[in-house]
């Protein structure tokens, strides 16, 4: 029985640190954003990476980096954050709200939700393999 307990308190350990873990590589896509650097976003997603705009629009790795590249932040905020643990994949949820100008040149202000999917890769990375945002209309 004390095996049991004692694997059971490692699992929730390491949930634990694998949940702050995930928190830190959205963090990092936060600053990303903050500092209008795509390049620190890049090596968290996944080569089959697909993202789902607020619009509907759904892209790959590419033109998402693309679209990173040529857009201009002023303010990034993310709050309300949470990371639940499945195995080998984490879902990260949480808001957002950021000002900028898009990479077709027009100004934005946005409040969205989105949807984060990690998966821990073979390497031992954990690597964003979708994410959704939905628009927030209170």
């Given at each position: 029985m004390l095996l049991c307990i004692a694997m059971i308190a490692s699992g929730q350990h390491a949930n634990g640190s694998t949940e702050k873990a995930i928190a830190a590589l959205e963090s990092q896509w936060a600053h990303s954003q903050a500092i209008n650097d795509p390049g620190l976003i890049g090596p968290l997603l996944a080569d089959k990476f697909v993202?789902?705009?607020?619009?509907g629009t759904v892209s790959d790795k590419a033109a998402?980096?693309?679209d990173?590249?040529?857009?201009?932040w002023t303010s990034v905020v993310y709050s309300d954050e949470k990371v639940v643990i499945f195995g080998d994949t984490a879902i990260a949820t949480g808001e957002s709200?950021?000002?900028?100008?898009?990479?077709?040149?027009?100004?934005?202000?946005y409040?969205?939700?989105?949807t984060d999917v990690w998966v821990?890769?073979?390497d031992g990375r954990w690597?964003?393999?979708s994410s959704q945002d939905s628009s927030v209309t209170k």
């Open positions: 993202y789902t705009g607020n619009d998402v980096l693309a990173w590249k040529a857009t201009r709200r950021g000002k900028g100008i898009d990479s077709a040149g027009k100004p934005m202000d409040h969205d939700r989105f821990k890769m073979p690597q964003c393999v």
